[in-house]
């Protein structure tokens, strides 16, 4: 049986095929309605083991827009916490058109796309979180008043999943990224790696270097789920790279939200004029609509 095409990060697409897929989320924005049939009868089961208010309401309301069905799956109220992912997954495969996961581990990621047998889309793990990627892309080039290749975009705090598809999805598009982060939250070596490739990528240890010559400051919790018990460690290794609106400047503000004020950035900074984190948050819609549109035509 051929393997099923999946989406666990930007790495799993061509430059070619993200550059159509933003084009495609672009027109899907532009004219929803022309797409309101394109998945009748399709069914998207959302198996969530973290919390989510966009990514479960975005993948929900696209399916509905595009005349399909989304289950939502709280892994806690289902018999993943008693069975094996491998005869779980193999089960849903054989109900609906595709699976969107969001997990703690990138190892289930991992694990539930060797065995599914319908598409799998990351909703975010600890490694990526390309569905953010995809809408943060949509809004920079919406956005930009310059050529990609002369756009640059700075993310401080700390090196995560978010920071890392995006490092991913900028290189692919010729943008450039500036990384501020304390030793230790380096973003993750192979987006690193990959960003580095393309030369568009820079590392910096401070929030002030890293944003310099930004047009985008991108900005994200300091403390992800499972990361409670870090709490202390993680507020005092941050606590010089807020955004504030000093560190702002006149750049575009970021966030993928939630956003944790006055710790990772002001309430100043969510409610500027400068910031952009509603229309992004929108585009989520858009972009995963093109996505699904894309992996199930
Ligand atoms: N940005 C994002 O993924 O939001 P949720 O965690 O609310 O889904």
């Known amino acids: ?160 999943n978010v920071c890392n598809s995006l490092i991913v999805g900028c290189a692919m598009l010729g943008i450039h990224m500036r990384v501020g982060t304390p030793e230790g939250y380096e973003p993750y070596g192979k987006a690193v790696e990959f960003g580095k490739k393309k030369n568009c990528l820079k590392l910096f240890r401070s929030a002030e270097d890293a944003v310099e010559g930004a047009d985008f400051a991108y900005t994200d919790t300091w403390i992800s789920m499972g990361e409670e018990n870090e709490r202390k460690e993680r507020l005092h290794a941050f606590q010089d790279y807020r955004v504030t609106p000093h560190l702002l400047g006149n750049r575009f503000f970021m966030h993928c939200l939630p956003a944790h004020i006055g710790e990772e950035v002001t309430r100043e900074v969510l409610d500027s004029k400068n910031s952009i984190i509603y229309g992004q948050a929108e585009n989520r819609l858009h972009a995963q609509k093109a996505l699904l549109v894309w992996l199930l035509k």
Request: charged share 25%; hydrophobic share 40%; with cysteine.
């Open 1 to 160: 049986m051929e393997k099923p095409r999946h989406f666990l990060s930007l790495l799993d697409v061509s430059q070619k095929e993200l550059s159509e897929l933003l084009a495609m989320s672009a027109r899907v924005k532009k004219n929803p309605k022309k797409f309101s049939r394109s998945l009748e009868g399709k069914t998207l089961a959302m198996l969530f083991q973290k919390t989510s208010t966009r990514t479960r309401v975005s993948f929900e309301a696209g399916m509905t827009q595009l005349g399909g069905h989304a289950i939502f799956l709280d892994w806690r109220a289902t018999n993943f916490t008693r069975g094996a992912i491998k005869d779980e997954i193999l089960s849903i495969s054989r109900y609906v058109d595709a699976i969107m996961f969001r997990a703690y581990k990138n190892s289930d990621m991992v694990e539930a796309a060797n065995v599914s047998t319908v598409p799998l889309i990351n909703g975010l793990d600890n490694l990526w979180h390309p569905c953010q990627a995809l809408a943060d892309l949509l809004t920079i080039k919406e956005k930009t008043k310059k050529p990609l290749s002369k756009t640059t975009v700075a993310f401080v705090g700390d090196g995560n």
